[in-house]
């Protein structure tokens, strides 16, 4: 028994944030973003935080699935800009589209979340635990981001993404995870830190802080080499994958693993254009896109790799 993707969905902010938008809050332009990222605009939530835009993401995938709230057993989120401490963004979700009988919580991978997510509703499916399970990687990152550093605020956008998965026949073929916990000082954000009455520390804010080229090197060495690993490790041949649903972090990223790996650009899809980095949402938002203009037939490869804050990185080979 594996767990099967039966539906997709995902929201974006209506809100829509161009390169030039943002050339008139920070020393940047349009030529300068799209040259070295791939981004031409991105959404950012006004009013729509996280939980809300995880919770549209899952109805889509209700929907887009055919199947009730009421079907789910498990609700995993993944996310690292959640509204609240507690209660978690999955019980929020579960709350909002009235999924009354699934266990309900969150896992904190960055970028990578969805992918760990997927592999975890993998492992409770494999051993019987749970049968329907809706996955979420969402992220805010708009709320984290210090919106006068031209390095990084250029580079997010908000968004969710979801699948419904069920317990069937095919589907998940094996999946890959790591981290690297001691190189995590290239990607951080502080979580707020209230002090307490002992060590007299006054409540701080933090700010995402990123060193670009580290994380670039890390993500063009790292992701080819666990997408490898996925292939071998499940005696796949790389020719028999159709697409290759990369984290859209950058397109120099997506095009220097295409190259190493050998593949066409064209098994490489992206939309970093249009919505930016959506953190741990970008995969699901571009496997329902995929989805929907009807690109996935069934029995079609893919290999969905998330790579990010932690260090993160994993890799999900799956039958459609
Ligand atoms: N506009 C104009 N100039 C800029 C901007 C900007 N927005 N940002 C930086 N610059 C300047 C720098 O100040 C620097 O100027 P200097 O040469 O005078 O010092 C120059 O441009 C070059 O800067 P670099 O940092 O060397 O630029 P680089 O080509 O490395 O591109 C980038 C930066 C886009 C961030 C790249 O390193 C990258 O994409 N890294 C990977 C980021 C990533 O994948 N993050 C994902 C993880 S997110 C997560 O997990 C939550």
Redesign the pocket.
């Known amino acids: 028994m594996t767990s099967r993707i039966i539906g997709t969905g995902s929201y974006v902010p209506e809100h829509i944030v161009t390169n030039d938008d943002l050339a008139k809050i920070v020393?940047?332009?349009d030529e300068?973003?799209l040259e070295?990222?791939g981004i031409r605009e991105r959404r950012i939530g006004i009013e729509e935080g996280t939980s809300f835009m995880a919770a549209k993401a899952a109805q889509r995938a209700l929907e887009n699935a055919g199947a009730e709230a009421e079907e789910l057993d498990l609700i995993l989120l993944a996310t690292?800009s959640p509204d609240h401490c507690f209660p978690n963004g999955a019980c929020e979700v579960q709350a909002a589209i009235g999924a009354v009988n699934a266990t309900a919580f969150d896992i904190s991978a960055?970028?990578s979340g969805f992918e760990f997510a997927l592999s975890t509703v993998q492992a409770f499916v494999q051993s019987g635990v749970y049968k329907t399970a809706l996955v979420i990687g969402v992220d805010c990152l708009s709320k984290l981001t210090d919106w006068t550093d031209?390095?990084t605020c250029?580079?997010f956008g908000d968004g969710a993404g979801a699948a419904i998965v069920r317990a069937e026949e095919t589907g998940i073929i094996h999946t890959v995870m790591g981290s690297d916990g001691v190189r995590g000082a290239v990607?951080s954000c502080a979580a707020r830190n209230n002090g307490n009455f002992l060590n007299g520390k006054q409540p701080e804010l933090d700010y995402i802080y990123?060193n670009?080229?580290e994380?670039?090197k890390f993500?063009v060495k790292k992701v080819p080499e666990c997408i490898r690993q996925l292939l071998d490790e499940s005696d796949t041949d790389i020719g028999d994958v159709k697409y290759f649903v990369l984290h859209q972090?950058?397109s120099r990223?997506c095009e220097s693993v295409a190259k190493r790996l050998k593949q066409p650009m064209e098994k490489v899809p992206m939309n970093i254009d249009r919505y930016g980095?959506t953190?741990g949402a970008t995969v699901p938002i571009l496997l329902d896109e995929l989805n929907r203009n009807g690109q996935l037939n069934r029995g079609d490869k893919l290999i969905l790799a998330g790579f990010?804050?932690g260090l993160t990185w994993g890799a999900v080979l799956l039958e459609w």
């Open positions: 020393e940047t332009s300068w973003i070295r990222t690292s960055a970028c031209r390095g250029v580079l990607l990123m670009g080229q994380v670039f993500a972090a950058n990223i980095n953190s990010g804050g």
